[in-house]
């Protein structure tokens, strides 16, 4: 992994058999700057952490009166709003044109700054597919006693427009990795501690808002695949980077700070890459291509004038030219055909009609599968 500044990044694409110099790389300057230097429709996904303007007053106490550590640093803090919404809207330009038309993007905040950040991306067209409540099994108290306990941080995913469709959304994968029951869109995490976090040479915390990997775990699972570039324009102790590595994903990473960068290049060294079978993401039957009836027609897969029947042969219907079926003068689809026999509201052709085959019964579906992978895998 390398460590490049602005001028040293190749915004050309170069050849097949290289990579760009910025890929798994940390980017050192302003997330502007880094990202207009990029590839334009780079990057498949972003993780942006942005500082959140907490507008801290006064410095805060336990009740042993010892000091809490928060975020007091130079680059949360902003003069106005207005100056966090123009310093929002730039980044938020610039990844527009570094993401891929199908890409997403993913921005973590607090009620600090997370409402004008989804103001922000409304605004530029941004089209919200979630907003993801992480919710933290072990906050810090509210020492004041004068609010509630601060125990979640949101997360909005978003696509650069309504008519992206493409998008990458592991369905199934999360459903297995929660159970098999569909995964909801709030997740419970613990904050970074114990030791996951990451302390420097004086034995204090590296960096003030280090995200628990266990939390892009789950972001870059649901929404990457293995080989996918994933971007992240504050990338801090490199959490982002440590995850897709470990993921068989590529990163790239935009931080400003030298001492940031030192802690996030020595954790990404000392990850272990996954390959192989581990890497492979969990499919269901919508993650498959769309194979028309009338496709297996046209291929010769299925003969015009086959006689499709249930598995108890209860009902007969014709295989015509264009891809419908016939039955007493009366032609439909093959789902159709099927709720109409059954005198249902509705019916899954592929696994309700078959054809018989040396003797046996065939069901459909097993032409389709056979069509995916003879012409469509061969295809791709």
Known sequence: MSVLSLADIRPEVEAASHSPNWLNSIIKGNCVSAMEKLPENSIDVIFADPPYNLQLEGDLHRPDQSKVDAVDDAWDQFSTFEAYDNFTRAWLLAARRVLK???????????????????????????????????????????????????????????????????????????????????????????????????????????????????????????????????DPFFGSGTTG?????????????????????????????????????????????????????????????KPGTMLTDTKKRWKAIVRLDGSLEKDGESASIHRMGAKVQELDACNGWTFWHFEQDNKLVVIDELRKAYRKEVLSAGA
């Open 101 to 231: 038309p199908n890409g997403t993007i993913w921005v973590i905040g607090s009620y600090h700054n997370i409402f004008r950040v989804g103001n922000a991306l409304q605004n530029l067209n941004y089209w919200i597919l979630n907003d993801i409540i992480w919710r933290k099994s072990n906050p810090m108290p509210n020492f004041r006693g004068r609010r509630f306990t601060n125990a979640h941080e949101t997360l909005i995913w978003a696509t650069l427009n309504q008519d992206a469709k493409k998008y990458t959304f592991n369905y199934d994968a999360m459903k297995m990795a929660n159970d098999e029951v569909q995964m909801r869109s709030d997740w419970l995490f613990p904050i970074c501690n114990g030791g996951e976090r990451l302390k420097d040479e004086n034995g204090k915390k590296a960096h003030p808002t280090q995200k628990p990997e266990s939390l892009l775990h789950r972001v870059l699972m649901s929404s990457t695949k293995p080989g996918d570039t994933i971007l």
């Open 242 to 302: 440590a995850v897709a590595k470990r993921l068989g994903r590529n990163f790239v990473g935009i931080e400003r700070e030298d001492k940031y960068i030192k802690v996030a290049t020595a954790r990404i060294a000392a990850v272990e890459v996954n390959s192989g079978p581990v890497l492979k993401v969990t499919t269901g039957k919508r993650a498959e291509p769309k194979v028309p009836f009338g496709s297996l027609i046209e291929s010769g897969y299925l």
